[in-house]
């Protein structure tokens, strides 16, 4: 369990379009806490430029601070729509490297539990999504993330009920151990 209050932290990760938002307030609802919204969505619906470095480093300070706010109002589980692994995954792709602060903090914030969102959704096309060529890819990219964290994660698939009913046993399942 991680050290803020006793309270486990949830995130739910992966590529775009694989229902992480819909989940995460699905998961919130199930087990009558909060949800942390991913920060970038709504910072990058307001840019009028492509995103820069600085924005990176300010959509990784922006969750941090989000997910911080939300914390006292958890009940035992804070669900994470996405973490700042995500700056990390679209740095690499889009400026070959990630800003050394976002490094420094990946370990030293670490989640309970990780649900990594397959790929088997069909894509939902979002002005706010880049790269439905490549799922496939980024569905890699996140499975070596976690790995190179040691993080506890499950691959989550299935549609509608049956992906928040597999996210459910998944959290049951570990909530118990």
């Not at 932290?9 to 992480?20: F, L």
């Not at 976002?102 to 990780?114: G, N, Q």
């Not at 506890?152 to 118990?176: H, M, P, Q, V, W």
């Amino acid at each position: 369990m991680n050290q803020d209050r006793s309270i486990f932290k949830i995130a739910v990760v992966g590529p775009e379009s694989t229902g992480k938002s819909t989940i995460s307030a699905q998961l919130a609802a199930h087990y009558h806490t909060v949800w942390v919204p991913e920060f970038a969505r709504e910072y990058c619906a307001a840019l009028t430029e492509p995103c820069t470095w600085q924005d990176e480093i300010n959509m990784f300070r922006g969750q941090l601070e989000l997910e911080r706010s939300l914390l006292p109002k958890a009940n035992k589980i804070l669900i994470c729509d996405t973490t700042f692994i995500t700056v990390k995954i679209w740095s690499d792709q889009m400026f070959g490297k990630s800003p050394q602060e976002v490094l420094d903090e990946l370990p030293k914030h670490p989640y309970d539990l990780y649900l990594l969102m397959d790929i088997d959704l069909p894509w939902q096309d979002d002005p706010l999504r880049d790269f439905p060529h490549l799922r496939e890819y980024f569905m890699e990219v996140w499975h070596k993330e976690l790995k190179t964290l040691d993080a506890k994660y499950y691959l989550i698939s299935g549609t509608d009920k049956e992906r928040l009913s597999n996210a459910i046993k998944r959290i049951d399942g570990f909530l118990g151990s």
